[in-house]
């Protein structure tokens, strides 16, 4: 497991835009699957981005496809989400997740796929 803190969450209108940072513990970073997730109270979970430990396979929810980049710098140990064009139904707890995946181009929109959790940061996109 590897220790995860996000910053970046915020109050912001809707069109605009947030960066979510998720910088991580440990010396092979880029053997972690990540991915963000985000909740909503009352609801279950739901992937919201994910990416291979390399970077080379992403995959995206179809809300946020166009919209916002899920991105990872392996020397700086942190993964990125870059949320343009922001709308009210994006108001959530955003979380990130990492498991160890080895090398490869593996990565999973499960929740329960994740060993590895941050606190969770604030989105709140108002109208």
């Known amino acids: 497991q590897v220790q995860l803190v996000e910053s970046g969450g915020g109050l912001v209108q809707a069109g605009g835009s947030l960066r979510l940072s998720c910088a991580a513990s440990?010396?092979?970073?880029?053997?972690?699957?990540m991915a963000w997730f985000r909740q909503t109270p009352g609801k279950e979970r739901e992937s919201v981005a994910a990416i291979s430990g390399s970077g080379g396979n992403i995959y995206y929810v179809d809300s946020a496809k166009g919209r916002f980049t899920i991105s990872r710098d392996n020397a700086k140990n942190t993964m990125y989400l870059q949320m343009n064009s922001l709308k009210p139904e994006d108001t959530a707890v955003y979380y990130c997740?990492?498991?160890?995946?080895?090398?490869?181009?593996?990565?999973?929109?499960?929740?329960?796929?994740?060993?590895?959790w941050g606190q969770g940061t604030q989105v709140t996109v108002s109208s």
């Open positions: 440990g010396r092979t970073f880029s053997r972690y699957a």
């Open positions: 997740a990492a498991v160890y995946a080895g090398t490869g181009t593996w990565y999973s929109i499960r929740p329960g796929a994740y060993d590895s």
